[in-house]
């Protein structure tokens, strides 16, 4: 079992930055490819980036590679999203996932969520 507690989230302009953090629960954090998601109001939830167990690997949505970085640190059982040139179309409710599938480019196979942390990007 893996609890996990996003933080970090908030109100923010178009053009800034704002770094997303979770913290995992369980000695077993490093076991776990990590993923960030986000659900905008009235939208699907969409993947955002993955990471692979060591770090070594990362994977990214479209629509925000060159501008999010994904990293972990699992001496600390964290995984973080640096996001940066935010947009308004950034606004979302942003989850972190534990248990993500490498061969799907860490967009599927995740066992454990988040509660969420609300970005909002302003024009």
């Known amino acids: 079992q893996v609890q996990l507690v996003e933080s970090g989230g908030g109100l923010v302009q178009a053009g800034d930055s704002l770094r997303l953090s979770c913290a995992a629960s369980?000695?077993?954090?490093?076991?776990?490819?990590m993923g960030w998601f986000r659900q905008a109001a009235g939208k699907e939830r969409e993947f955002v980036a993955a990471i692979s167990r060591s770090g070594g690997n990362t994977y990214y949505a479209d629509s925000v590679k060159g501008r999010f970085t994904i990293s972990r640190d699992n001496a600390k059982n964290t995984v973080y999203l640096q996001m940066n040139s935010l947009k308004p179309e950034d606004t979302a409710v942003y989850y972190c996932?534990?248990?993500?599938?490498?061969?799907?480019?860490?967009?599927?196979?995740?066992?454990?969520w988040g509660q969420g942390t609300q970005v909002t990007v302003s024009s």
């Open positions: 996932a534990a248990g993500g599938l490498v061969n799907t480019g860490g967009r599927y196979g995740y066992d454990y």
């Open positions: 369980g000695r077993t954090f490093s076991m776990y490819t």
